[in-house]
């Protein structure tokens, strides 16, 4: 007798995907997870630095097991079971750089292509900044290589200095009010319909699988809005990554309608990496910041041939 396929959510949260705590050389327990336990997917290893405060349920289409893509991250200090640090002041790029290292060395990874989202971005070029020799490439999808709270709100084509004042400014707002405003959060009703109410706010365009988007911003939504605001004061912090010493091939895949990352300033480092004869490929999609459930098989194409060229 045939069965019914399992619901997105269903799929999404019986996918093929492991949690393990380590621990950073700070001594701060991390979350880290693979969407292969058992060793079972043929293909190249990506080291995901994700975008801020996200989860693996933001990817619904890298938890599939014919993905072909072995995908090993982690969870932001004080998200997602990740503990936070003794000292709240260790949670700057340059943590989430340590952070990634230990991931790797946990799972003996010597070196990888790194993909990068959001802020993730910032992790994946620090890291090859620092430590050249772990990294192999980087994809980085709608973030930029240091100060990215000045390239955000970048349909508004406001002056790179107001729009760090507007953005830094806010998330000092939901700081102080995040304690008051947590409760509300937490039942805050999400689901398939949220997503496609979303959708059209353009904040977010219509994505592809509704239901599976929305088990990743129920997750989203489980950190506390302080820290969260918390964790983006601290990154806000980390400047232009130097490009001149970034000797390793990119691709950056940017969204013309994102507002958290300028997709001019993405095509900007794109351009200065293959002027000084970097390997550097710049692609921009219509579509938001959270491009990769608006058009998941584009960029898991783009992601594919990306690995393919670099192989």
């Known amino acids: 007798m045939s069965t019914s396929a399992p619901r997105p959510g269903q799929r999404v949260r019986s996918a093929s995907i492991a949690f393990r705590d380590i621990l950073s050389d700070d001594g701060t327990h991390v979350r880290a997870w693979t969407n292969d336990p ?8 990506v080291v995901l630095c994700n975008g801020l405060g996200t989860n693996p349920y933001l990817w619904p289409w890298l938890l599939e097991p014919d993905c072909g893509v072995r995908v090993v991250s982690w969870n932001h200090r004080g998200v997602g079971g990740s503990e936070r640090p003794a000292d709240p002041k260790h949670v700057e790029i340059e943590h989430f750089v340590q952070d990634g290292l230990s991931v790797m060395d946990h799972f003996g990874i010597d070196s990888a292509v790194l ?10 070029f ?3 900044y620092r430590h050249p020799e772990r990294v192999r490439g980087i994809f980085a999808m709608c973030g930029v290589p240091g100060d990215t709270f000045a390239t955000m709100l970048g349909p508004l ?16 707002v939901a700081q102080y009010a995040g304690r008051a405003v947590n409760p509300l959060v937490r039942h805050l009703p999400i689901n398939a319909s949220t997503v496609r109410l979303l959708g059209r706010t353009g ?19 489980t950190t506390p809005v302080d820290w969260y605001a918390h964790l983006a004061i601290s990154t806000s912090k980390h400047p232009r990554v130097r490009l001149s010493q970034i000797t390793v091939p990119t691709m950056f895949v940017s ?4 507002i958290l990352a300028g997709a001019r ?3 900007s480092a794109s351009r200065r990496l293959s002027e000084t004869g970097k390997d550097s490929t710049y692609v921009e999609l219509r579509g938001s910041h959270f491009v990769q459930l608006e058009q998941p098989e584009r960029v898991h194409g783009l992601l594919l041939e990306f690995l393919e060229q670099l192989s």
Do not use: K
């Open 38 to 45: 058992d060793g079972e997917i043929d293909g190249p290893t």
């Open 115 to 124: 993909m990068g989202w959001s802020m993730g971005v910032n992790t994946a």
């Open 203 to 221: 904040f977010m365009f219509p994505v592809a699988d509704p239901e599976a988007a929305a088990i990743g911003l129920q997750e989203f939504a």
């Open 265 to 267: 300033d993405m095509a």
């Open 157 to 172: 084509h406001l002056p790179r200095l107001v729009a760090r004042a507007v953005t830094v400014n806010a998330c000092r």
């Open 126 to 128: 620090e890291m090859t």
């Open 255 to 258: 969204a013309t309608w994102d």
